[in-house]
Each structure stands twice: as structure tokens, then as C-alpha cells.
């Protein structure tokens, strides 16, 4: 990349990984908190669902209020916001303020996103476009997985973790503000409708919305699990953090391969392997501790990638005119998706105990391989040449990583009328 783009984006860069340490901390804290208070799994659900609750209305409200007053006037006081969240949850450890703390998280950390990532779209060009957004990808992914190690240095059942995240999201605003001078225009996408968005490609929107649904089930759900499971804090750290660096590590091999093969198969292929190792789990509860790591790396790097071929699947099949609108509501879809995961699978996990969590992921991601291979029986693969290149996105993870799709798309300016 050229320096003068990276000057530009460095502060940035670098208060996004600040940022995500904050995120990626009060993720896992709550869910551990939550179990420790003894807080039923079903409202720990609820808490936890709010979060993308939140997120839906910032990703509503932050491309407005950026055309309004800025992206650093945005991200500053967001960012604030969004401190102080975290110390009114360590001051009232109760589900109601949880709840509404944490709905106002997920809009804060929404509207950065926007403002990140269309800070950066506004600095790429057709040439660096990919390689930015990687390092970007690979920013927030190292800033979350060392997150979960900072538990062990404060103990969940205090309230000092809770200063630390407050601490950490004030400190990623000062490199933002030092960069003021440098931040680019926004451009506001329009909407588009589902029924149409489906109607051209299915298969895309069921992955979506299941990707949404099983990410949010393996960040703000994971940590519950492992607790219930009886793992002490170091063990929750390290199994939240085999899983976030699975979720990078697979997502280049498998855009390769989705990019050189069917995206129907690659997705398929994909689903299956993740429901194996998911039913492993189950079936063997009691298998060595290294063996169950493994496992679950292989299910979550495997899952993480089904965002990523979703929206390259749709992006084969839509108009070039389409794509900015088609993106932002798939996002809106994904949203959708993460309110529902943690609900689902806490009241599961109530009633039938721990074993419910990845019994439910291995549902869902049977479904989806079993709705891949029946889209793909349906209609011929779109033609190599007619494929655009594959979109290397994360769905919101757990208050952290979710790219906007509309700002980072790549547009196909092939056109397509195949079908899903």
C-alpha cells in the first residue's frame, strides 16, 4: 500500500485494535459474570440478544449522524457512550440495567464500525482495496483474542475488569482525535427490498441470517457455556481464544477455494464438516480437554466463513447498480439473525443443560448444508468467469467485528440472472 495511505489509516488501525481489547474483554466478562451471579441462562440470553439489538439501530443511526457532525465527533462520543456503559454495569450488576446497558453498547460499537469502515473505503482504491480491509480484519481479530486473556490478569467476580474496559474503550478515541485532519466523506446507501433480495438469491439470505444467528451464539453465549461446563478462568480465555483466531486463520484457504470452486459446494462442505465436529462434541462429552479445543476450533473457524460466502454468493447474482443497497440490508438481515441466536440457544441450554449449545449449532449448520444441496440441485453453478472475487467479511461477532458489508463490497460488474 501506498505510505500516504498508511499514514492516513495507522490512527485508526490503531485505536480499532485498542478498541477491541475493550470489546472483546466485556464480551466474555458478562457471559462469566452472568453465570457467577447466578443469573438464569435464559435472561443471560436475553442480556446478550440486546447487545445486536443495539447494533441494528446503530448501524440505522450511524451513517446519518456521520453526514451530520463528522466521523470524529461520532467515534469520540460513541466511544464515550460506550465507556460509560461499562462502568454502569459494574455499578448495578442486575439483568434489567445489564440489558439496557448492553443494547447501548451494541449501538455505539455499531456506529463506530460504520465510522471505521467508511473512514477506510474512503482512503482504498480498486488496487489496495482487499489488502486494506485484511489488515484491518486481522487488527480486530488479534485485539479480540488477546482480549480474553486479560481476564485472567482481573478477576470477573470484581469490578476492576469492568474499570479496565472503560479505560481501554477512552484510550482508543485519542489516536481518532489526533487524525481529525484526515477523515474522508460518507456516502449513505439506499434501502432495498428483502422480498427482492431473496427472490434473486436464497441461498445468500438464509446463509446470512444463519450466520448471524450461530456468530452470535459462539461470542456471547461461548463464555456461558464454558463456565457451565465447569472451566475456571483461564481455561474460558483460552477456549474463547482457539475460537476467535480459528475464525481467521479459515478465512483466506476457504475463499480460495470458494472463489475457484461452486460457492454452493464450497458452503456445503463447509456446513458439513462444522456439524461433525459440533456432533463429536456432543456425543463425547467427556473427551480430553485438548481433543475438545480442537473440535471447537474446527466448528468455529469453519462457521465464521459462512458470512464471508454468503454475501460472495450474492454478490455473483445481483446487478452492479444493486450491490451498495443489496450489502446494507444483508447486514440488516445478519443483525436479525445475532438477536435471535443467544435467546434460542440460553433457553435451550436452561432447560436441557450445557450439552444444548453445541447440539445447537450442529442443528443449525446440518440445515444450512442440507439447504446448500438442495439450491445447488436446483440450478447450474455460476459460470467461473461470470464470479466476482471472494468478500473476506466476519459477521458481528461479539460486539466487535462486524464489517458493515455495504462499505467494504467489491462490485461484480458482471451482470447475472442464475438463480440460487
Known amino acids: 500500500m501506498p505510505l500516504t495511505t498508511v499514514t492516513r489509516i495507522w490512527p485508526l488501525l490503531l485505536g480499532m485494535g485498542v478498541l477491541m481489547l ?4 466485556q464480551n466474555t466478562l458478562l457471559g462469566i459474570r452472568a453465570t457467577l ?5 435464559a435472561v443471560t440470553g436475553v442480556v446478550m440478544a440486546c447487545y445486536y439489538v443495539g447494533y441494528l439501530l446503530g448501524t440505522i443511526a450511524g451513517p446519518r449522524l456521520i453526514r451530520n457532525v463528522g466521523h470524529v465527533r461520532v467515534f469520540a462520543a460513541l466511544a464515550a457512550v460506550a465507556s460509560a456503559a461499562a462502568l454502569v454495569q459494574a455499578a448495578f450488576v442486575h439483568p434489567v440495567a445489564w440489558a439496557a446497558m448492553r443494547l447501548l453498547t451494541g449501538l455505539c460499537f455499531a456506529g463506530i464500525y460504520v465510522v471505521a469502515e467508511s473512514w477506510l473505503n474512503g482512503f482504498a482504491t480498486r488496487t489496495n482495496r482487499s489488502r486494506l480491509f485484511a489488515v484491518y480484519m486481522v487488527v480486530l481479530y488479534v485485539g479480540l483474542g488477546s482480549a480474553q486473556f486479560l481476564l485472567i490478569l482481573t478477576g470477573p467476580e470484581t469490578s476492576a475488569p469492568f474499570m479496565l474496559v472503560s479505560g481501554l474503550i477512552c484510550l ?15 456516502m449513505v446507501p439506499r ?33 456461558v457455556y464454558a463456565r457451565l461446563r465447569g472451566m475456571d478462568t483461564t481455561d474460558i480465555a483460552t477456549f474463547m481464544a ?4 480459528a475464525g481467521v486463520s479459515t478465512q483466506y484457504p476457504i475463499g480460495a477455494l470458494a472463489d475457484r470452486w461452486d460457492r454452493r459446494s464450497v458452503m456445503a462442505g463447509v456446513c458439513a464438516l462444522a456439524t461433525v465436529a459440533a456432533g463429536i462434541i456432543v456425543a463425547y462429552p467427556r473427551m480430553p480437554h485438548a481433543l475438545f479445543l480442537a473440535l471447537s476450533a474446527v466448528f468455529t473457524g469453519l462457521a465464521l466463513t459462512i458470512y464471508s460466502l454468503g454475501i460472495s454468493h450474492v454478490n455473483d447474482r445481483l446487478e452492479p447498480a444493486q450491490m451498495v443497497a443489496a450489502s446494507s440490508a444483508l447486514l440488516l438481515l445478519n443483525g436479525a439473525g445475532a438477536i435471535l441466536g443467544p435467546v434460542l440457544v440460553a433457553g435451550l441450554m436452561g432447560v436441557s443443560g450445557p450439552w444444548a449449545y453445541f447440539a445447537t449449532l450442529a442443528s443449525l449448520t446440518g440445515l444450512l448444508t442440507l439447504e446448500c444441496l ?47
Open 172 to 186: 482508543a478515541m485519542v489516536p481518532t482525535l489526533l487524525a481529525s485532519q484526515l477523515t474522508p466523506e460518507v
Open 37 to 41: 451471579e447466578a443469573f438464569p441462562t
Open 191 to 223: 434501502a432495498v427490498a428483502f422480498r427482492e433480495l431473496y427472490r434473486l438469491s436464497p441461498l445468500g439470505v438464509v446463509a446470512v441470517t444463519a450466520a448471524g444467528v450461530i456468530s452470535s451464539i459462539t461470542f456471547s453465549i461461548g463464555p
Open 242 to 245: 482457539v475460537n476467535i483466531f
Open 22 to 25: 475493550g470489546a472483546g474483554l
Open 374 to 420: 438442495w439450491r445447488r440441485s436446483r440450478s447450474a453453478p455460476v459460470p467461473q468467469d461470470h464470479k466476482g472475487p471472494f468478500i473476506r467479511a466476519q459477521p458481528q461477532p461479539c460486539a466487535s467485528v462486524s464489517k458493515p458489508a455495504w462499505l467494504g463490497l467489491r462490485i461484480n460488474v458482471r451482470s447475472l440472472k442464475a438463480k440460487s
